[in-house]
């Protein structure tokens, strides 16, 4: 006999003649998904193809290999750089990492309808970033960014300062900056808190000790709070269960960080990416299984994996 109990995601799995010794508690981290800014991406794109049939996408619209070939089915198309630069007279989606100032330059040059799903967090610091620019021209300053120098929000936002940026990367590396000249520090929105503090921490240090004194620098702190909160929480969930399966995209940075979280905190996780990679020995003995993901992973992927668990 199986129950689920819809709103809190659980499954009690009551199996054959045994069922009052044998009972299975899955349950689907809640605060797993995709961030609010990708899920309003989809829909905004889900709606596009309502009514369209056809649209481009500007990169993919999320790192998730299973999501991609999903809105590919109702008609996305990810299209490269290359390709956008060719393109007329038709409409391409923005995906929530947001653009830099010449994207929309090409788009009005060739009759491009734009369809901005740009986050509207990521937008804000755009604007911010670009205030920040002006102000730092006119005092001989630096506008720092510390994020992944290839990632589509770090490009869209150093477009911001016309290339002028100078970026950090997560090895908090900044020799390249001058201690003497004023500094204003953003984040990439997905990095990680304690990342950022700590150079935050030790490029004020720096700046101190070469001007002897009170430095013009100023942090901006920019990280999503979706990303910044989900971390404690992730915790919690993960110590609650005797197994986690964690399931993420192979090549996403956020859900191998996420893992080694889920890891650290029990070590019976498991990292999958879709239900052919689960394995019964995993849960042996076990009763209470939890299911997280990637801020890349789609809730519905985590679903299948609940209902994977229940058919083994
Ligand atoms: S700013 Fe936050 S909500 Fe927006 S896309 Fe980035 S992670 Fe998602």
Redesign the pocket.
């Known amino acids: 006999m199986i129950i689920w109990t819809g709103a809190s995601n659980i499954f009690v799995i009551l199996t054959g003649e045994n069922y009052l010794n044998l009972k299975m508690n899955i349950r689907i981290d809640p605060y797993a998904g ?5 899920v309003r ?1 989809i829909q905004i794109a889900e709606q596009e193809l309502r009514k369209h049939k056809q649209l481009f996408c500007l990169g993919e619209i999320v790192h998730n290999q299973l999501e991609v070939e999903r809105l590919e089915k109702l008609g996305l198309k990810t299209i490269l750089y290359d390709d956008f630069r060719d393109l007329k007279d038709t409409r391409v989606l923005l995906r ?2 947001g653009e830099p100032p010449e994207t929309y330059r090409i788009a009005k040059k060739n009759n491009v309808k734009l369809i901005d799903a740009t ?4 937008l804000k ?1 755009q604007k911010k970033v670009k205030r920040n620019t002006e102000e730092m021209k006119m005092r001989n300053g630096q506008l720092v960014i510390f994020g992944k120098k290839d990632h589509p ?1 770090v490009k869209g936002l150093v477009g911001q300062t016309g290339n002028t940026a100078k970026i950090i990367g997560p090895d908090g590396n900044f020799k390249h900056l001058d201690p003497a000249r004023p500094v204003r520090l953003f984040a990439q ?2 990095m990680q808190s304690d990342g950022y503090k700590s150079l935050r921490e030790k490029l004020k240090k720096k700046m101190q000790e070469h001007l002897s004194g009170q430095p013009d620098f100023v942090a901006h702190h920019t990280i ?4 910044e909160k989900r971390i404690p929480k992730l915790k919690e969930f993960a110590s609650a269960f005797e197994v986690i399966i964690f399931v993420s995209g192979k090549n996403s940075s956020n859900g191998k960080y996420l893992y080694s979280i889920c890891k650290n905190t029990n070590p019976d996780s498991y990292f999958i990416s879709d239900r052919e990679d689960l394995d019964i020995k995993w849960f042996k003995d076990k009763s209470k299984v939890g299911i997280s993901g990637a ?1 890349s992973t789609p809730f519905w992927l985590l679903e299948d994996i609940a209902q994977a668990i229940n058919e083994l």
């Open positions: 995709f961030c609010p800014g990708v991406a929530s990492h986050c509207p967090v990521v610091l929000e929105t997905t999503c709070k979706q990303v801020t």
